[in-house]
């Protein structure tokens, strides 16, 4: 069974700061998304990395997938209020697999 | 492009009733897929299907929980017998069928059994 496993699981920051989310596999996947959730919503995709070792960047959040595509991190830069949500990384090629989230509260 | 659709968006319902839910997916979308989240965790898979093809099902699915897509279009996901541990947001979302194509999410349905 493949599982994805999110650390930290909550994460409150003052504003400005920055901050990591890991997303930890022991099985290799295809390729890796990044959903923002929103409450009372559904999950909205930030971005999907396809190749071990890729970078993307999406403003201030910069997306790593792991050499060996059994890891992927998502990096936040000068976090600000609007940030603040559930991240979910996904796995997989038609059939995705969700890892377990991490709650990020930004402070003003 | 209207989004993916869900009704209703709550359901209270008594233990041990049935309930059913509806997805409409955007409509030129091929696969949908139904997952289930409990509060602050990540979404669970529970079934997908390609067309009216039901391709898996979860193995953490009871035999209380069946889903169909007759006509390739809408789906329903129906839960038999509910128990207070089936309280959750069901979510639906869905594809073109591409590789590594992103998931479009409805806004979900929040169960609640009393």
């Known amino acids: 069974t493949q599982l994805l496993e999110q650390s930290p699981q909550f994460l409150s920051i003052q504003e400005g700061e920055n901050l990591t989310v890991y997303c930890n596999s022991s099985s290799v996947f295809s390729s890796l998304q990044w959903y923002r959730q929103e409450p009372g919503e559904g999950p909205v995709l930030l971005v999907t990395v396809v190749t071990g070792g890729e970078v993307k960047k999406l403003k201030r959040l910069t997306f790593q997938f792991g050499d060996a595509r059994k890891d992927s991190s998502l990096h936040i830069t000068a976090a600000q209020p609007g940030d603040t949500g559930l991240y979910l990384c996904?796995?997989?090629?038609?059939?995705?697999?969700f890892g377990t989230g991490t709650r990020l509260k930004v402070l003003a | 492009d209207t989004g993916v659709s869900q009704n209703p968006r709550h359901k209270i319902t008594k233990r041990g009733q049935n309930v059913t839910f509806r997805c409409d997916p955007i409509s030129e979308h091929n696969r949908l897929y139904w997952y289930r989240q409990t509060l602050g965790q990540g979404p669970e898979f529970l079934t997908y299907?390609?067309?009216?093809?039901?391709?898996?099902k979860s193995r953490l699915l009871s035999d209380r929980f069946s889903a169909e897509r007759p006509k390739g279009s809408f789906s329903t996901l129906e839960i038999q017998r509910t128990e207070q541990g089936d309280s959750a947001m069901y979510l639906c979302a869905s594809t073109r069928g591409q590789e590594h194509e992103k998931l479009f999410f409805g806004s979900g349905t929040q169960l609640s059994v009393l």
């Open positions: 299907f390609q067309n009216e093809a039901q391709l898996e």
């Open positions: 996904a796995g997989g090629t038609y059939k995705y697999i």
